[in-house]
């Protein structure tokens, strides 16, 4: 029998020689496909017989599309692992893996301080109104004709983490550095350990209560929309929104009205419903801070994260298990 194979969609870019050294146990192997037809027509064509782990990335997307229950079938029989290589994995369809006996791995940790660190930046950058000046600065207009409107201080504010996993509670931190008053919600209360003394409240309390609002949830079937028209209208006016989760946890329309009528005083986002689309009035609004999903983008983070996939790969390959699976999949482990 020969090597077992692994199978790479999409690139490294940072941990090339640990996956190299993956050749001494298997055969690496990448897709020619560059549509998710061809992909398909791959997969057909028993190219990828013996394939025993999958590691994909995020921009894997553009060849395979969403690994859903209309892909899982095409894999081949020996296709056992996926390693997603990033905390989130809304690409995937973890049940359709599941009934196929795939187990799928994330990268969760090793994201966390990158993200918060991003979404720390954001909350500042909307709370201070600096995308504004840094408009009209680059326009040439030093701080601009009306003058860019006053920011507010962090310091007092009242910060509400929706989704109190292992980013939201590194933001919690820093968050606390800048002397913010942290509530979460959160579908578990945590241990005061865990949750740093955080007070837990209920969702519509959140709503109620937070001038800055954070969006720490994952994107799942569940959790798609859970801030829209209905929960803005339960919000402060002028309250501060930032979303490095992913986009469509929040109805973007539903943010626009709320950044048109003033509701949404101003708004930091990492990610958006239909990327690398914007929505033209976030794109607009010189009050909402933009930035291109860039949470994890570190030399530090993403070798950290790139060398972590690789280990879940080398697991699959060599013990013929993972070292994490996603929530989900407990179970089956
Ligand atoms: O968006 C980045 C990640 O899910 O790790």
Redo the contacts with the bound molecule.
């Keep these: 029998m020969g090597k077992p194979k692994a199978l790479l969609l999409g690139i490294i870019d940072h941990a090339q020689e640990s996956w190299n050294k993956l050749s001494e146990t298997a055969e690496l192997m990448t897709p020619n496909a560059r549509s998710r037809e061809e992909f398909i027509e791959e997969c057909k064509s028993g190219r990828f017989d013996g394939v025993v782990a999958a590691y994909r990335t995020?921009a894997s997307f553009a060849i395979t599309g969403q690994i859903d229950k209309d892909l899982v079938p095409h894999f081949p029989e020996s296709l056992k692992f996926i390693c997603n290589n990033?905390?989130?994995y809304d690409q995937v369809d973890i049940p359709a893996c599941s009934s196929r006996g795939i187990l799928v791995s994330n990268?969760p940790k090793m994201?966390d301080d990158a993200?918060a660190d991003t979404n720390m930046f954001l909350i500042l950058g909307a709370l201070r109104a600096f995308n504004v000046s840094m408009i009209n600065l680059r326009n040439g207009s030093w701080r601009g004709h009306p003058p860019p409107p006053l920011g507010h201080d962090p310091q007092g504010k009242v910060l509400g983490i929706l989704g109190m996993g292992g980013i939201g509670r590194n933001l919690k931190k820093k968050a606390e550095a800048f002397d913010m008053k942290v509530i979460y919600y959160n579908r578990k209360k945590l241990s005061d350990e865990l949750s740093g003394g955080a007070e837990y409240v209920s969702f519509d309390e959140l709503l109620a209560r937070s001038d800055v609002l954070s969006l720490n949830l994952p994107l799942n079937p569940h959790t798609r929309h859970t801030i829209s028209t209905k929960e803005f209208e339960k919000m402060k006016m002028g309250v501060v929104i930032v979303n490095t989760a992913r986009g469509a946890v929040m109805d973007e329309d539903a943010l626009v009205k709320a950044l048109d009528s003033g509701k949404v005083w101003s708004a930091g986002l990492d990610?958006y419903e239909e990327e690398p689309k914007i929505h033209p009035g976030l794109v607009a609004n010189p009050h909402v801070c933009l930035l291109p999903?860039m949470?994890?983008w570190t030399v530090e983070t993403q070798t950290k994260?790139e060398e972590w996939n690789i280990g879940n790969v080398r697991a699959a390959l060599e013990k013929g298990k993972l070292n994490n699976v996603v929530p989900e999949q407990a179970e089956m482990v």
């Design positions: 995020f990033g905390a989130g990268v994201v993200t990610v999903h949470g994890t994260m």
